[in-house]
C-alpha cells in the first residue's frame, strides 16, 4: 500500500476538526484531503439525510461543512469567571522514568507564549505557530533532547489559587505520534469535568513537543511546548470557561 493511499484509508475515518488539521501538514496532504468524499463522510455523520442525494445541496460537502461549523463556534460568551491570573499550570515530561522537564508555569506565562518563531523553524511548523487558535505555549529554556527510541510521557495539573483546588489535565499520557513533517509530537487525554456538568465529555487536550531538525533523525530537538483544546475551545475565552468546567479538587 502506498504513503498516498494510506492516507485516503485513514482520512475518512477523522472527525473534520482533526481533517482540517491535516490540511495544514503539507501540500500534498492539502490536495488529498480536500477530496469532497472525506468531507462527505464527516456530514453524513452529522446530518445522514442530506447525504441521501445524489449531490450536496451546496457547492462541495466541505463547504457545507465550513459554513455550520463555524456558525456553531462564532458565538458570543459572557466574560469567563476565570482568569489566567488565577492558574498555575504544572508540568512535568519523562523520557521513560528519567524527568527531563519539570516546571511549575504561571498561566499568565503560558498564555503570553512566545510571539516570535525561533529561526531554523520549517514552514509548516511556522504557519502552525502563527494560526489563529488560540493555544498556550512556552520556550524550553535550556533546549533538550529526546531520542526517538524513547517512551515519552508527559502530565499537567492545573491549581486555581482563588480556590485553592487542583485539576488533572493530562495525566502520564505518551506521545504516540511524532510529525517529522511539522517538527511536532503530539499527546493527548481527554479532560475530566465535574459533576455538575453530566452533559460535557469527548473534550481532549492536546500536549506537544515542539522541534527543529538538527541533522540527526533520530533524536528530536525541543524548543517549546505547546497545549491546546482545539477540538472544542479555539478562543481565550472557551479555553477559561472549559478550564473552570474541570472536576477541581
Not at 484531503?33 to 463522510?41: G, I, L, P, T
Not at 464527516?42 to 442525494?53: D, E, L, M, Y
Not at 541533522?215 to 511546548?225: A, R, Y
Request: with cysteine.
Amino acid at each position: 500500500m502506498t504513503y498516498e493511499e494510506v492516507l485516503k484509508a485513514v482520512f475518512p475515518l477523522l472527525e473534520g476538526v482533526d481533517l482540517a488539521s491535516c490540511m495544514a501538514v503539507c501540500k500534498q496532504w492539502r490536495d488529498i484531503a480536500r477530496d469532497d468524499y472525506f468531507w462527505k463522510c464527516i456530514c453524513a455523520k452529522r446530518w445522514p439525510s442530506i447525504c441521501k442525494q445524489r449531490s450536496p445541496p451546496t457547492v462541495t460537502y466541505y463547504k457545507l461543512y465550513q459554513t455550520f461549523y463555524k456558525r456553531q463556534h462564532c458565538r458570543t460568551l459572557p466574560p469567563p469567571k476565570l482568569s489566567f491570573d488565577d492558574l498555575d499550570f504544572f508540568i512535568d515530561i519523562w523520557t521513560e522514568d528519567r524527568l527531563i522537564f519539570s516546571e511549575v508555569v504561571p498561566g499568565q506565562v503560558l498564555q503570553n507564549g512566545f510571539k516570535i518563531p525561533p529561526p531554523g523553524i520549517c514552514d509548516v511548523l511556522r504557519f502552525h505557530l502563527e494560526g489563529p487558535e488560540f493555544r498556550m505555549r512556552l520556550p524550553v529554556k535550556p533546549r533538550f533532547t529526546v531520542p526517538l527510541s524513547q517512551t515519552v510521557s508527559v502530565s499537567v495539573l492545573v491549581a486555581r489559587k482563588d480556590s485553592n483546588t487542583v485539576a488533572c489535565i493530562i495525566n502520564k499520557t505518551m506521545f504516540e505520534y511524532i510529525d517529522q513533517t511539522a517538527y511536532r509530537a503530539m499527546a493527548f487525554d481527554y479532560l475530566d469535568f465535574s459533576p455538575v456538568h453530566p452533559f460535557i465529555s469527548g473534550a481532549r487536550a492536546w500536549f506537544s513537543l515542539l522541534f527543529i531538525e538538527d541533522g540527526n533523525e533520530d533524536v528530536i530537538d525541543v524548543f517549546g511546548i505547546e497545549m491546546d483544546f482545539c477540538d472544542t475551545a479555539n478562543s481565550k475565552e472557551e479555553v477559561l470557561w472549559l478550564l473552570d468546567m474541570l472536576d477541581w479538587q
